[in-house]
C-alpha cells in the first residue's frame, strides 16, 4: 500500500492507495500533520512507501522524523516524468504541477490537456498530444480574492464562499460574491475559451479544493476529481518504479 501526500499552500491532502485503487482520502492543515499521518498509518499498516509532493513548507525531514521504517519518496523535478518539458524555468515549475500534468499524460493518452488546479491558486497546465508539457497560468483562488479584497481595502469585509444571487450585485457582500465567485467562473470559462482557438480538440481536467463549487457552473464540459491530484502522486511512483 502506498500512502500519497499532496502539500499545499492551504491544506495537505493525503490518500491510501492499493494498487490504482484509491481506498481512503484525507483532508487536514499542516499543525495536525503528525497526528493525521500517525493515525492513518495506525489503520493502513500495509502502508510501506509515502509518496509526497510538496509546494507548502513541509520539507522532506518533517516526514521522515514522523516513519521509522518507511520509505519516504519526495517527488522532485529529477524524477522522470512521462512529458517533455518545455517551460523556460523548468527548475521553478512547482512539483504540483509537474504531477498534474503527468497523470494528465497517463490517464489520457495521445491528447492535448488541460488541467485547472482550483487551490490557493488556480493553475492552468497544458498537455499537448505530443507529449510535450507547455506551460499555462497562475492566478489567485478564491479563498485568495475574498481575502485579498479584505486586506488591501479599508472597508471590504472578509466573506467566505456563496453561490452569487445574481450577476448584479445589490449590496456590498452582493457585489463582493458576484465579482469573486462568478468572476472566478468566467475568467475559467474565458481561458477556456481561448484554449479553443488554438486547439480544436482538448480535454479538461479540474481539480483541487474548490472543483465542486466551480464544476457544475462552468458552461464547458470537464472532467471533474477532486483526487487528480493524489491520483496523479500514485500514477508518477508507479511510472518512477518502472523507468528506474
Ligand atoms: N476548510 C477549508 N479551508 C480552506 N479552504 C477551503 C476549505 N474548504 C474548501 N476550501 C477551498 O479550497 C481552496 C483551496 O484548495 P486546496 O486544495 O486546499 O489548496 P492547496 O492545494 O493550495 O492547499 C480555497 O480556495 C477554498 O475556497
Ligand atoms: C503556483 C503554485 C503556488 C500553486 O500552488 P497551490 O495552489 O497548489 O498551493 C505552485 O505550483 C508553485 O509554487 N509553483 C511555482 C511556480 C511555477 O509553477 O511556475
Ligand atoms: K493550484
Partial sequence: MILAIDVGNTRIKAAVFEGDILVENFVFFKNELQKNIQNILK???????????????????????LVNDLKV????????????NCYATPKTLGIDRMVLAAGATLQFPNQNRLVIDAGTC??????????????????????LRYESLHNYTAKLPLLTLEDPKDLIGKSTSDSIHS??????????????????????????I???????FLAKRLKNTIFANSNFLLESLNQTFQYKIKND
Fill in 43 to 65: 489503520k493502513y499498516k500495509k502502508v510501506v512507501d509515502l509518496v509526497v509532493s510538496s509546494v507548502g513548507d513541509v520539507e522532506k525531514q518533517s516526514f521522515l522524523e
Fill in 73 to 84: 519518496h519526495f517527488i522532485s523535478h529529477k524524477y522522470p516524468f512521462p512529458f517533455v
Fill in 122 to 143: 488556480v493553475t492552468f497546465d497544458f498537455i499537448d498530444e505530443n507529449n510535450k508539457y507547455l506551460g499555462g497560468a497562475i492566478a489567485p483562488g478564491l479563498r
Fill in 179 to 204: 465579482g469573486v465567485a462568478n468572476g472566478l467562473v468566467y475568467e475559467i470559462d474565458g481561458f477556456i475559451d481561448e484554449y479553443s482557438v488554438r486547439y480544436s480538440n482538448f480535454i479538461i
Fill in 206 to 212: 479540474l481539480t483541487g479544493g474548490d472543483t465542486e
